[in-house]
């Protein structure tokens, strides 16, 4: 990442910052990584984007770089094929680490709005897509089922866990 | 049916629909499902949880298993039961769920459309029906991400590392499935909405091999590939100079053709892009 090649502050780093994402069960698995860097040998994004690298994503982690991670726009590049879970020696679920990791840097506003948008619009109309005019007419057309549109229910969950009040910097 | 082939893919919807009656599968639209959380878990994974939660009580109030065109819901929603069996973890996101008047008990299943056709029609079954002959239609199959992976969710259902069940359910329509180098690379939907251009050298690259292999058209199991390939392929096009035109169908599509279905009134091929016109000319069918 912009890491590469540039010496590491020790005063920079949290120690706790690890200890943070493991908290998350689902991003336990981070611990047993190793650095051999199966996974950055098959992800399909890092070939085309050499900044976007699991390894050193997992060993920011474990060095404790939570503003370099969190602030980081690579974390977002993943496309969660899951092709580095599926050669990981360790079997860290990197997916779900990624996941943690995202989590916690969208409620430092890092989230993308194209992600944050999606959650406004599950709350309106229950689904990811906006189910405009043409598409209800289409549907019409090809004699298929009318869709409901009412996102009333999944909103209520979704304040539930605080998720409607991130926003995004940008 | 989730949230995007309803709208953005409707004849993956239509044509799976026509192929269920087919074969006797009966499919009961629950019209309070929402989205399954796939897409939440970026921001909140314990929202991704609930809406995932949410799904699984309305299809269990009906006894009724899930059954997904969706990839990415069949993992999300896959994951949600695998969770919730933890007891704490339901107990907790049941009392969320209840106030929504919703309870979830742990009764329901998930499969995806293709382990319904592979496990519970069969290809020999597929084969029966399928009667058109397609013998002259080279096909490359794409499986998509979450068809095969993470394996758990489809109980070792196919092998990701050397996937067969897409070739094998292509082969029973009578169309001929080909290898290529680029069959288990992504499609980048997922880092669309992140990065377009990164998305699209990620469909250039499958394009580029598919090109080279001179097959009629591309087959796969997911609106979001459906997505990539077909509807972005123009732009692709335009920005590596390159003229593809490849073809891309839906699995229920070339499954309805062999059956004999009426290519746009039962599958909505008419809507496909870019054209399947020269597939059909192969099996000796006009629009």
Request: hydrophobic residues 40%; aromatic residues 6%; glycine residues 6%.
């Amino acid at each position: 990442m912009a890491m590469l090649g540039k010496p590491i502050r020790v005063s920079g780093l949290d120690p706790n910052f690890k200890a943070d994402v493991i908290a998350h069960e689902a991003a336990r698995d981070i611990t047993a990584c190793f650095s051999c860097g199966t996974c950055t040998a098959a992800c399909p994004v890092h070939e085309i984007l050499p900044e976007f690298d699991p390894r050193k994503i997992a060993r920011m982690v474990n060095l404790g770089m939570r503003g370099r991670v969190l602030s980081s726009p690579y974390i977002w590049y993943c496309t969660t094929c899951l092709e580095c879970e599926q050669h990981c020696p360790q079997n860290v679920n990197f997916f779900n680490v990624l996941n943690v990791l995202k989590n916690m840097a969208a409620k430092e506003g890092y989230a993308p709005p194209s992600w944050v948008n999606q959650t406004r619009q599950v709350m309106q109309t229950g689904v990811v897509f906006a189910t405009e005019e043409a598409w209800v007419k289409k549907r019409e057309e090809l004699s298929l089922p009318p869709l409901k549109g009412d996102g009333r229910e999944a909103a209520k969950l979704i304040q539930s866990t605080g998720a409607d009040e991130i926003r995004s910097k940008e | 049916m989730g949230c995007t082939t309803p709208t953005r893919v409707p004849q993956y919807e239509l044509s799976t629909r026509w192929i269920c009656k087919r074969f006797g599968i009966e499919l009961i639209d629950i019209e309070d499902f929402v989205c399954c959380g796939a897409n939440q878990i970026n921001i909140s994974i314990e929202t991704g949880l609930l809406l995932a939660a949410m799904n699984l009580a309305l299809a269990e109030i009906q006894d009724l298993d899930i059954v997904t065109l969706c990839p990415w819901c069949f993992t999300a929603l896959a994951a949600g039961v695998e969770e919730l069996k933890k007891q704490e973890v339901r107990g907790k996101v049941n009392k969320q769920l209840s106030t929504i008047g919703l309870e979830y008990n742990g009764r329901t299943r998930v499969k995806h459309v293709s382990r319904v056709l592979y496990e519970d029609i069969g290809l020999d079954r597929i084969r029966e029906e399928a009667r058109r002959d397609l013998s002259k239609i080279q096909v490359a199959p794409h499986y998509g991400c979450r068809y095969l992976k993470p394996q758990w969710a489809s109980e070792g259902f196919d092998e990701p590392n050397d996937p067969k069940t897409l070739h094998q359910l292509i082969s029973a329509t009578g169309a001929t499935p080909i290898d290529y180098e680029t069959l288990n690379l992504c499609c980048g939907g997922k880092v669309f909405p992140v990065s377009e251009d990164l998305a699209h050298s990620l469909i250039a690259k499958k394009l580029d091999n598919l090109q080279d292999k001179e097959v009629d058209c591309m087959v796969l199991l997911c609106q979001t590939c459906y997505l990539m390939y077909a509807t972005q392929q123009e732009k692709v096009s335009k920005k590596s100079n390159n003229q593809y035109n490849i073809p891309v169908l839906l699995y229920p599509q070339l499954l309805g053709l062999a059956m004999g279905a009426d290519p746009v009134a039962d599958l909505g091929i008419n809507l496909n892009v870019p054209s399947v016109d020269k597939v059909l000319a192969k099996i000796g069918k006009d629009l």
